[in-house]
């Protein structure tokens, strides 16, 4: 792959309560380990299938093979490659819909969240939106206000995943501008200007998924890939 490129993997789970033999074979013992974490069969499975082919899709980028990937996690516990740390990656999962952004020389994170209709919507943008993002999302029509939240949702968790902190740096902090999509308005102190990070709305034609991806280089392109 080239530096200015982040390849998009979309997966499709399968629905099963069996852990295929195979995906069971290329984990390594602290994942084979953490099956035992899960009671219920299907998410026993699940987790079996996104460990087994992340290391499939990765693998492909070294020419090794997808039980020789050693992970190690940094500061905050976010995973990378030993066997080539310049090898950026992260995935998301919601219900079936599973994805890889892969990339060099980059911080990149990606979320993928289902749309459906929550209960707390109204809380969780009190407590993870800023003012600007909770005075727009309040004047939508609630037909909008449902898209939007997870427009804005996916995008945040996505940002906070690419610099390995996850939601405690604060969602609130990490804020888009609304009138401009798919470009910040502010971030933490820590990590640079807002014209360093790109976020992007990923199509993944599905209408009932919402999906964005979040990097630090300027002019990439996205490869979506296809797992089959």
Not at 48 to 53: D, E, N, P, R, T
Not at 90 to 119: L, M, P, Q, Y
């Amino acid at each position: 792959m080239t530096d200015s490129a982040v390849d998009l993997w979309q997966v499709t789970l399968q629905s099963t309560e069996v852990v295929d033999p195979y995906y069971l074979s290329i984990l390594d013992e602290a994942q084979r380990a953490n099956l035992l974490n899960f009671k219920q069969p299907c998410l026993r499975a699940n987790y079996a299938q996104m460990q087994a082919i992340r290391r499939q899709i990765l693998a492909q980028y070294l020419d090794e093979a997808p039980d020789a990937l050693k992970f190690g996690k940094g500061q905050y516990g976010k995973p990378f490659l030993e066997n080539d740390p310049e090898l950026a990656f992260n995935v998301s999962h919601s219900a079936n819909c599973f994805v890889v952004a892969v990339s060099r020389d980059c911080d990149v994170g990606v979320d993928v969240e289902v749309i459906k209709s929550r209960n707390n919507l109204q809380g969780l943008v009190s407590r993870c939106f800023a003012s600007e993002e909770q005075a727009y999302w309040q004047a939508l029509s609630q037909d909008q206000q449902l898209l939007e939240f997870y427009r804005l949702w996916t995008g945040k968790e996505a940002f906070v995943k690419a610099v390995g902190r996850g939601i405690a740096l604060g969602l609130d902090r990490c804020v888009i501008d609304t009138q401009q999509p798919f470009q910040w308005l502010r971030l933490p102190d820590p990590y640079g200007s807002v014209l360093q990070w790109q976020i992007a709305a990923v199509d993944l034609e599905d209408q009932q998924v919402c999906c964005s991806l979040v990097h630090n280089k300027q002019h990439v392109t996205i490869n979506f890939r296809q797992w089959l």
